[in-house]
T-cell receptor, first 114, second 113 residues
Framework: AQSVTQLGSHVSVSEGALVLLRCNYS??????LFWYVQYPNQGLQLLLK??????LVKGINGFEAEFKKSETSFHLTKPSAHMSDAAEYFC????????????FGTGTRLTIIP | DSGVTQTPKHLITATGQRVTLRCSPR?????VYWYQQSLDQGLQFLIQ???????AKGNILERFSAQQFPDLHSELNLSSLELGDSALYFC????????????FGPGTRLTVL
């Protein structure tokens, strides 16, 4: 079975500071990994995804994530936080071995301090 | 706007009742997924349909059922509702396989009183 662990249910950073949201996964087959963002009262929007190939993945809004197989991690980073980044972020895993559903982590609420 | 539409946006009903949630996928998408988001369970996969056929099942209660119609829209039916069924229900769609991005609709907020 696949699972995702997001360390830190709440993260606060100052505007302009580095954003680091942690995600570790467990999967018995090569995983596909995703980061989604949810703004208040809205649906989920894909930030970025890793399927195969380059392990450093760039997404929208200046976010990127690196797939590290040895650490079973897929941490999300952004060099400089903006107020508009305040939202809830979900890491998710799936695969292409007959398991296309997304298994989500519990989410990390990001607060930006002015 | 993801291109996935869900109706209604809000639904308030009583325990024991039955409701139907509707989802229209993005044009060209063959797969539809249903997810439930609640405070205690988080985001959980319920069920997936691909081109009219059930493809995968998750933590979906027996009181819940879904279907995908020939025009590819999908409905999620929830019956004998309980207070604990109060949640946000999301529909997502993708072209085909899991490498394809799942695009999420805005959700239907169900409140069971």
């Amino acid at each position: 079975a696949q699972s995702v662990t997001q360390l830190g249910s709440h993260v606060s950073v100052s505007e302009g500071a580095l954003v680091l949201l942690r995600c570790n996964y467990s999967s018995s087959v090569p995983p596909y990994l995703f980061w989604y963002v949810q703004y208040p009262n809205q649906g989920l929007q894909l930030l970025l995804k890793y399927t195969t190939g380059a392990t450093l993945v760039k997404g929208i809004n200046g976010f990127e994530a690196e797939f590290k197989k040895s650490e079973t991690s897929f941490h999300l980073t952004k060099p400089s936080a903006h107020m508009s980044d305040a939202a809830e972020y979900f890491c998710a895993v799936s695969d292409n071995f007959g398991n296309e559903k997304l298994t989500f982590g519990t989410g990390t609420r990001l607060t930006i301090i002015p | 706007d993801s291109g996935v539409t869900q109706t209604p946006k809000h639904l308030i009903t009583a325990t024991g009742q039955r409701v139907t949630l509707r989802c229209s996928p993005r044009s060209g998408d063959l797969s539809v997924y249903w997810y439930q988001q609640s405070l205690d369970q988080g985001l959980q996969f319920l069920i997936q349909y691909y081109n009219g056929e059930e493809r995968a099942k998750g933590n979906i209660l027996e009181r819940f059922s879904a279907q995908q119609f020939p025009d590819l829209h999908s409905e999620l039916n929830l019956s004998s509702l309980e207070l604990g069924d109060s949640a946000l229900y999301f529909c997502a769609s993708s072209v085909d396989t899991s490498t394809d991005t799942q695009y999420f609709g805005p959700g239907t907020r169900l409140t069971v009183l």
